[in-house]
């Protein structure tokens, strides 16, 4: 079903002036309605989200904006997460996938997104949250049994935290045991590739399909 215009201008807008009380509503709204939740996520949240950081770069809104929109979307996400994980059915493991925002950044509105859809998916999620520095992602791979590491960045300033991460696996000689895989705004697949990730998605549902072929389970 396609997201009626009333829902899809209201959450939008609400997400952009960082009304998180109207996004709310707007998105329970959109759930009771039986509206696709990633739909939602993917037509409504993040083109309004881009919009935001596009009015921060110009300097048309300030940091105390762009914090409450980031507000709105991190209250409107934790429902859409919840309608997307009990739409997940699957019982027995895929696979075992750590997965954080990498060190020096915070965004993890689109990780837990991606978490929330691997869930949904079959794999188990070991979620590091936030800020998360090279050698807590090589620990938790090992103490978990990872088949997939899986990190986040969302800043040109923190991708090279990405590439420590990588580093580090290679360093101690662990680079072949794991996938190592990157996603989030400031990434593309040719970064990726270059650095010499096993793998890079634009959005939640290609990270679902990127994992699966990880793990050979498609
Ligand atoms: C919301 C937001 C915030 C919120 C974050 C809240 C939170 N809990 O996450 C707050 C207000 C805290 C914030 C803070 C800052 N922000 Co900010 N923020 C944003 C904003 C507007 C939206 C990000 C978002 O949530 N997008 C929606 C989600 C769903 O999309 P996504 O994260 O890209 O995830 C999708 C895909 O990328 C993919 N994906 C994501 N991760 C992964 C991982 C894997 C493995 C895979 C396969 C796929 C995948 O799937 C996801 C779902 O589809 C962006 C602008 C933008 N256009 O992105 C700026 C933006 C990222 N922020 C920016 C900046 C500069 C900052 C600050 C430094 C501001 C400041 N001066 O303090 C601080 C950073 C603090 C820090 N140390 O991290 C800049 C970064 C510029 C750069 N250097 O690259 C941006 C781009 C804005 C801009 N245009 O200038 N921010």
Same mark, same amino acid.
């Not at 048309?60 to 105390?64: T, V």
């Not at 934790?78 to 994980?85: M, Q, T, V």
């Not at 019982?91 to 075992?96: D, H, K, P, S």
């Not at 890079?200 to 939640?204: N, T, V």
């Given at each position: 079903?396609s997201?009626?215009?009333?829902?899809?201008?209201?959450?939008?807008q609400?997400?952009?002036?960082?009304?998180?009380?109207?996004?709310?509503?707007?998105?329970?709204?959109?759930? $009771?309605?039986? #509206?696709d939740p990633?739909?939602?996520?993917?037509?409504?949240?993040?083109?309004?989200?881009?919009?935001?950081?596009?009015?921060?770069q110009?300097g048309?809104?300030?940091?105390?904006e762009?914090?409450?929109?980031?507000?709105?979307?991190?209250r409107?996400s934790?429902? #859409?997460?919840?309608?997307?994980?009990a739409q997940?059915?699957t019982? +027995?493991? #895929?696979?075992?996938v750590?997965?954080? +925002?990498?060190?020096?950044?915070?965004?993890?509105?689109?990780?837990?997104?991606?978490?929330t859809?691997?869930?949904?998916?079959?794999?188990?999620?070991?979620?590091?949250?936030?800020?998360?520095a090279?050698?807590?992602?090589?620990?938790?791979?090992?103490?978990?049994?990872?088949?997939?590491?899986?990190?986040? +960045?969302?800043?040109?300033?923190?991708?090279? $935290?990405?590439?420590? +991460?990588?580093?580090?696996?290679?360093?101690?000689?662990?680079?072949? $045991?794991?996938? #190592?895989?990157?996603g989030?705004?400031?990434?593309?697949e040719?970064?990726?590739n270059?650095?010499?990730?096993?793998g890079?998605?634009?959005?939640?549902a290609?990270?679902?399909e990127?994992?699966?072929?990880l793990?050979?389970k498609?």
């Open positions: 079903m997201i009626p215009e009333s829902i899809r201008e209201r959450l939008s609400a997400l952009i002036e960082g009304d998180a009380d109207a996004a709310e509503a707007a998105a329970l709204e959109a759930l $009771q309605a039986d #509206l990633l739909a939602v996520i993917s037509e409504v949240m993040i083109p309004a989200l881009t919009e935001v950081g596009n009015q921060f110009c048309d809104i300030f940091l105390p762009l914090m409450m929109a980031g507000e709105a979307a991190e409107v934790k429902h #859409l997460e919840a309608a997307i994980a997940g059915r019982t +027995t493991a #895929l696979g075992i750590v997965m954080g +925002t990498v060190q020096g950044d915070v965004h993890d509105i689109g990780k837990n997104i991606v978490a859809m691997l869930r949904a998916h079959g794999f188990k999620v070991v979620d590091l949250g936030r800020n998360v090279p050698s807590k992602f090589l620990d938790a791979a090992r103490a978990n049994g990872a088949d997939i590491v899986a990190m986040s +960045t969302l800043m040109t300033t923190t991708r090279p $935290q990405a590439l420590n +991460t990588l580093n580090l696996f290679r360093e101690v000689g662990a680079r072949d $045991q794991y996938a #190592l895989i990157v989030g705004g400031c990434v593309t040719t970064w990726a270059e650095a010499g990730f096993d890079y998605s634009a959005d939640a290609g990270a679902v990127l994992c699966k072929k793990v050979n498609n």
